[in-house]
């Protein structure tokens, strides 16, 4: 029996998925923030977390841009 009818199960998975939905993007933001890319590289990346918000961060975790090497 749950009290005041509120299902704990249910509740968590509600909470968990807005959760993962703002909170993966941001964490990306500030991944790639730390990383040392050009500005059209940075404004593409930035473009495409912002824009599509879960696959576009999955996209960059598995992706992992790097700074490209200047001689």
């Keep these: 029996m ?3 009818g509120i299902n704990i199960g249910l509740l ?3 909470s968990i998925i807005p959760i ?3 909170g993966f993007p941001l964490i990306s933001l500030i991944d790639l923030g ?3 890319l050009s500005g059209t590289t940075l ?3 930035v473009l495409i977390i912002c824009a ?3 696959l576009g961060p999955l996209a960059y ?3 992992k841009p790097t700074a ?3 001689v």
């Design 20 to 22: 993962l939905w703002i």
């Design 43 to 45: 404004a593409l990346w």
């Design 52 to 54: 599509i918000p879960f």
């Design 12 to 14: 968590l998975i509600q």
């Design 68 to 70: 490209e090497n200047k």
């Design 34 to 36: 730390k990383k040392n």
């Design 2 to 4: 749950e009290p005041l």
């Design 61 to 63: 975790w598995l992706i």
